[in-house]
């Protein structure tokens, strides 16, 4: 048990003789929601009033290759995988496990996402917002208000019912979006202020695109390292079709 944790579960415990059970029960509830994601941050930079850069799928088929890996409170995982991409809208990624042990598979179309056979593959992909976010496209719900903010080259943008406010004072759900340049960087799930789950994408060290997916409330990381992409004749249409 953390630090932290027991010096809440303390203070809970000091509520129950001083005020009683119902703000107690209040009290744990207030420090499983403090345990459970972070406070959003106030959307940084200058107002401002550009538009979102286009992102799309580039039309010629394209295989990426990856490592990966993936941990959570009770496993951890890594392997192999390829994702093919096919713009506008169809990605497939397989993913193997390590010491040629069996794997699985997801078929994104558009907003349906389909993962057939074993559970890991659920267990550990994103949403189909943040999964389209880690291949560069912006697919969020639409909403009804936009705020947004430049920092140098850097643009950002909270998407949802504002009211005038940004996503970390906004009530329900809200999407904070990132452009590096005219590149899409990262992409969050916002509810009620609190950062939920984040997709980032970008070079790492060797200039090689590292994708890195954080469920902050279900404590779940998947971290891709992209090692080749090479742009193929086609693909057969069997590969988005459920077996």
């Not at 972070?38 to 010629?60: C, M, N, Y």
């Not at 550990?124 to 496209?137: F, H």
């Not at 789950?197 to 997916?213: I, K, N, S, V």
Request: aromatic share 6%; net charge positive.
């Amino acid at each position: 048990m953390s630090h932290r944790l027991a010096y809440a579960i303390g203070r809970v415990r000091r509520l129950v003789v001083v005020f009683g059970v119902g703000r107690a029960v209040l009290a744990i509830g207030l420090v499983a929601i403090a345990g459970c994601a972070p406070l959003a941050r106030p959307l940084a930079g200058a107002p401002t009033r550009a538009v979102l850069p286009p992102t799309v799928i580039p039309a010629a088929p394209t295989v990426l290759r990856f490592t990966w890996s993936y941990k959570d409170e009770t496993f951890e995982a890594n392997g192999d995988g390829a994702v093919r991409r096919q713009g506008p809208d169809r990605a497939r990624l397989d993913f193997f496990l390590r010491n040629g042990m069996a794997g699985g598979y997801a078929i994104l179309v558009g907003d349906s996402l389909t993962i057939p056979g074993i559970d890991l593959v659920k267990r550990m992909l994103p949403p189909v917002p943040l999964l389209w976010a880690s291949l560069g496209r912006l697919a969020v719900p639409a909403t009804t208000d936009t705020v947004a903010r430049l920092d140098g080259d850097t643009l950002r943008a909270d998407l949802g019912t504002l009211r005038g406010r940004d996503a970390s004072a906004a009530d329900g759900r809200a999407w904070r979006v990132t452009f590096a340049g005219r590149e899409l960087a990262r992409v969050e799930r916002i509810e009620g202020g609190r950062l939920v789950e984040w997709m980032t994408r970008g070079p790492g060290d060797d200039g090689a695109l590292r994708l890195e997916y954080v469920h902050e409330k279900g404590k779940r990381r998947l971290a891709i390292a992209v090692s080749d992409t090479t742009i193929v004749e086609g693909f057969d249409d069997a590969i988005w079709r459920r077996r």
